[in-house]
């Protein structure tokens, strides 16, 4: 097996985070100045690895192996949040150069494909997984229209930073087989459970309702009990139920939430003629997804028929369908984390999205996350152990290789 370089993972990954360092973490959000300045160098460090490394129209840096397919696309995403972690992508970004550098430069597997990338606008400054969507091929006119905070759009953004022009790289049918990429977890289950490396076997979908409730409005006062449309009181026992009810049909690592309630008019001295609240859940599981809208369209009907209030919903239009990942990845990688931490691995679902989400229903597609300290992520104080980032990338080598043997 070949032996990735520790020492040298760790001096580059500190050098990307130079590139907007604040505090111990990072401000680098997409086509700013140092997102720019560190694609710049990205493109640097791609080349002297071995690779044909460019920007790409949409800002991708793609590092393209010398060597004929089949090639796997290894990459995460090399812009922060408003307040980022300085390991939130970067790490997976120096992961896959780190592995296509180690494996280019040993006779057993120089012959590998690794192509590299260090995808633009994961974290939506403008539009979320932008620049994966565009490796896929799935750019919208909505797309180049998102703006970020400044109002600045993603098409102004491009004529700014001189992208304009600039062809957009495609993910090649005939070329690449499949996509795997590294991260942190940004929770607490491994560092809890005292294992090294999580094998993330799919990445939990998000849904939910605004659900609506019309009673009538009257004096708080002089409105007796028995005959009040209380819009409040129906919302708070609904909750109740959705509380219980969901649970009978969650799998282990569901969550839901009510995170957002309103009443009118609000004031003290008024019953309340309407409410409203957003329900929302996540799984990685379609199924149990499918068992939370069956169990929330049922309950709004059972509310609506009992009364006394009228109860309806609207499905959110954000969602994200829970993703898959690829089963011979998932072996592979657990097979490697075997080898070199018996029992110290453990299978478990994303609770966060990634690129990988774009690329799962395209190409095979399959995951690594090594412990966050705390279950820190999206903030100055996000950090791993220097001993399982080094772990983490050796374990990466070791899937990709023989997930490339095996095809
Ligand atoms: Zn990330």
Same mark, same amino acid.
Request: hydrophobic share 45%; glycine share 10%.
């Given at each position: ?115 590299? =990338? /260090?995808?633009?606008? %994961?974290?939506? !400054?403008? &539009?979320? *997984? @932008?620049?994966?969507?565009?490796? #896929? +091929? ?6 180049? =229209? /998102?703006?970020?905070? %400044?109002?600045? !759009?993603? &098409?102004? *953004? @491009?004529?700014?930073?001189?992208? #304009? +022009? ?242």
């Amino acid at each position: 097996m070949t032996d990735i370089d520790g020492a040298r993972l760790l001096e580059s990954l500190r050098t990307l985070r130079t590139f907007g360092a604040r505090d111990a973490g990072v401000v680098r959000p997409t086509y700013s100045d140092v997102d720019m300045a560190a694609r710049r160098w990205l493109v640097e460090t791609m080349i002297a690895a071995g690779l044909d490394a460019q920007i790409d129209g949409i800002g991708n840096v793609i590092g393209r192996s010398p060597n004929p397919g089949p090639a796997v696309v290894l990459g995460s995403h090399s812009d922060t949040q408003p307040e980022g972690g300085w390991l939130d992508g970067a790490m997976g970004v120096m992961y896959a150069i780190e592995v296509a550098r180690a494996l280019l430069a040993d006779p057993d597997t120089a012959h590998l494909a690794v192509d590299v =990338a /260090a995808w633009a606008d %994961e974290e939506g !400054t403008y &539009a979320s *997984a @932008l620049g994966s969507h565009s490796f #896929v +091929g799935e750019i919208t006119e909505a797309h180049l =229209a /998102a703006a970020n905070a %400044e109002g600045e !759009t993603v &098409a102004e *953004a @491009l004529e700014r930073v001189g992208l #304009v +022009g600039v062809d957009p790289i495609r993910l090649e049918p005939d070329r690449h087989v499949a996509y795997l990429e590294a991260h942190i977890e940004q929770g607490p289950h491994l560092e809890a459970s005292g294992n090294r490396i999580g094998v993330v076997t799919g990445i939990v979908g998000i849904a939910g309702a605004t659900v609506r409730f019309r009673g009538e409005q009257n004096h708080a006062g002089t409105t007796p009990m028995p005959i009040r449309k209380d819009a409040a009181a129906a919302l708070f026992e609904f909750g109740v139920h959705v509380r219980a009810r969901f649970a009978q049909v969650a799998g282990p690592v569901s969550v839901w939430t009510i995170g957002n309630l309103g009443v009118h008019p609000g004031a003290e001295s008024i019953v309340p003629g309407e409410a409203w609240c957003q329900v929302q859940y996540r799984d990685a599981s379609a199924d149990v997804m499918e068992r939370f809208a069956d169990t929330l369209a049922a309950l709004v009907a059972e509310f609506d028929t009992t009364g006394p209030c009228a109860v309806s919903m609207e499905r959110g239009d954000k969602g994200m369908a829970p993703v898959t990942m690829d089963a011979t990845i998932v072996r592979a990688i657990g097979a490697a984390a075997e080898r070199r931490i018996p029992d110290a691995w453990v299978e478990m679902p994303s609770g966060a999205g990634h690129d990988a989400n774009t690329f799962a229903p395209h190409i095979p597609s399959g995951m690594l996350f090594i412990p966050s300290i705390g279950g820190v992520s999206h903030d100055f104080a996000e950090d791993s152990h220097d001993d399982d980032i080094v772990l983490g990338c050796q374990v990466f080598a070791d899937a990709v290789v023989s997930h490339l043997d095996s095809l």
